[in-house]
């Protein structure tokens, strides 16, 4: 049996700003570009790898977009700093790097300003093994068979 080939990402840098102290700044982020698909529509969009996220969560306008009904799926309340989040989970192809797994994501209008979604513990982390290198930031993505 072939060895897959592991799949490496550098850490995003964006520039930050204190809101407090108004200083500029930059951070370095496990943020990979992900493919979301469902049915024959597809969207692109960036998932922050968030081993501390139970779940997968993404802005609730990608799952209109890609035609899921999106109170139609099953509620779950996510609590958090931010307060009480109602989301909904739809069964949703996810393509990284061309390997294609069908999970679940749970979306919410709620987190339609986000710039990326989060990819947890369920249904990511469950399909690969993955390695966060801060110190040389990079990503490193291993499929689990």
């Excluded at 809101?19 to 969009?45: D, M, T, W, Y």
């Excluded at 797994?101 to 993955?130: C, D, P």
Aim: hydrophobic letters at 40%; glycine letters at 10%.
């Amino acid at each position: 049996m072939l060895k897959e080939k592991a799949l490496k990402f550098p850490y995003v840098r964006e520039v930050i700003r204190d809101p407090i102290s108004k200083e500029v700044g930059e951070a370095f982020r496990p943020v990979i570009p992900v493919r979301l698909i469902h049915q024959n529509k597809s969207c692109r969009f960036l998932g922050l790898i968030d081993s501390g996220a139970d779940e997968c969560t993404f802005p609730g306008v990608i799952a209109e977009f890609l035609g899921h009904d999106l109170a139609k799926g099953k509620a779950r309340i996510f609590t958090g700093i931010g307060g009480a989040v109602v989301s909904y989970l739809h069964q949703t192809e996810l393509e990284i790097n061309g390997i294609r797994f069908r999970t679940n994501i749970y979306y919410s209008n709620e987190w339609n300003k986000m710039g990326f979604g989060l990819l947890g513990q369920a249904g990511f982390f469950t399909h690969f093994k993955v390695m966060l290198d801060h110190q040389n930031k990079e990503i490193i993505l291993t499929r689990n068979c």
